[in-house]
């Protein structure tokens, strides 16, 4: 059992340096193929691009093949799209390798949660898929500090290069830690549709998206905040990715040990409620050290304290179509990792200061805290509980 969910949080760490390393190299991608900040920026967008295609075929078609024999062909295309974007030389050619390894994204996820809920007892899922996202928050505290020192000390491609390297082990786990066993949804597509008729996964698809736009509309120019706004130099940088990655392990953690005491949905409520603030105050303390590291860490936290509480409602609200709910879960997070850049972008096109970029992403979050709210609202009455009642 432990080595199902070490194997699993081993591809969500590689999944994790895929998807937020680019964060740590922007400024050396834009000038090594000569392209502005903001459209290195747009990385971010076609790898959720990228999750948004995959996850929903990866869904549908999952009946027909071994959960196993899925997480294999995802990885496989881990390692095909970061070689590609690794030896990538064009603008074009950097859109198709980041199509290509946001693909398998949301469908790892997805599967993995599948297999967790087949392998470990009752009572203990929750804290498995923890387990399982673990991987990604360690690959923000390990995994893309070493990455961004890696592209500092010899190139943006090795970064890449290391993520391809790395996913080989996580094909080698799979082989020897993953059961071999199937999926037990509908086989009718049309029946896994049928929990989208009400409207509670939509609400948390939407606060999921707005959650994660929020935060990425500052954190996808992290870089560029702190060494033109803070005024840390760029060598200090990996270890303010490590920072930030520490806010992820230990925010996913504490979101853990609190759902025995409280509901998800109180959870990320009030988790919103604080990104939302941590943001508004780095709009206007960017300016000192000690202020944009503590809000970063902050926010930090809140992203992957959301993690777990967001996934236990779209399961809570996606029966008999478990494998789609958690895979749209996954488009709703990239999605709104691409509105978030596209939102952080967007000021910067308009030439306001970096630290503007905390605007729009603070009204992102409260966004999101507003539609679990409503959640809420509708959820407890009557003629709206068509499934499992849920308690904020």
């Not at 062909?73 to 390798?97: E, H, P, Q, R, V």
Request: charged residues 10%; aromatic residues 10%; proline residues 4%.
């Amino acid at each position: 059992m432990n080595k199902v969910i070490i194997s699993l949080a081993l591809g969500t760490f590689g999944l994790g340096m895929a998807e937020f390393g680019i964060m740590g190299i922007l400024t050396e991608l834009a000038r090594d193929i000569d392209i502005p900040v903001s459209s290195a920026g747009h990385m971010i967008s076609f790898y959720a691009l990228g999750v948004v295609i995959g996850a929903p075929v990866i869904a549908v078609i999952s009946h027909k093949f071994s959960l196993k024999t899925i997480l294999l062909f995802l990885a496989a295309l881990c390692i095909t799209g970061n070689a590609i974007f690794t030896f990538s030389s064009s603008y074009t050619m950097l859109i198709i390798a980041r199509l290509i390894s946001g693909f398998p994204h949301g469908a790892f996820f997805g599967v993995g949660a599948i297999i967790l809920t087949r392998v470990i007892r009752p009572g203990k899922v929750t804290a498995a898929v923890a387990g399982m996202v673990s991987g990604m928050t360690l690959a923000n505290l390990i995994g893309i500090p070493l990455g961004t020192l890696l592209s500092h000390e010899f190139s943006w491609r090795s970064t890449f290069l290391l993520i391809s390297v790395f996913n080989i082990a996580v094909i080698t786990s799979i082989v020897f830690w993953i059961p071999d066993i199937s999926d037990n949804a509908p086989t009718k597509l049309s029946e896994q549709f049928h929990f989208l008729k009400s409207a509670a996964p939509w609400l948390v698809f939407l606060a999921t998206l707005c959650s994660n736009a929020g935060v990425f509309a500052w954190f996808s120019y992290i870089k560029p905040v702190m060494i033109y706004v803070s005024g840390f130099s760029d060598q200090v940088m990996p270890l303010i990715m490590m920072l930030a990655g520490l806010g992820m392990v230990l925010g996913n953690i504490v979101s853990g040990r609190l759902s025995s005491r409280f509901s998800p949905l109180r959870i990320a409520a009030i988790t919103n409620f604080t990104i939302a603030v941590a943001l508004t105050l780095t709009l206007f303390f960017a300016y000192q050290n000690i202020a944009s590291l503590s809000l970063a860490f902050i926010i930090c936290a809140g992203l992957f304290a959301l993690s777990a509480p967001l996934q236990i409602l779209l399961l809570q609200n996606a029966k008999g179509g478990e494998m789609l709910g958690a895979a749209g879960g996954q488009i709703a997070f990239n999605l709104g990792s691409a509105l978030g850049a596209f939102c952080g972008g967007a000021m910067l096109t308009a030439h306001f200061p970096y630290n503007y970029v905390a605007l729009p992403a603070a009204l992102l979050s409260l966004s999101a805290m507003l539609s679990l709210l409503l959640y809420r609202r509708l959820k407890s009455r009557p003629v709206f509980c068509s499934g499992a009642k849920v308690t904020g």
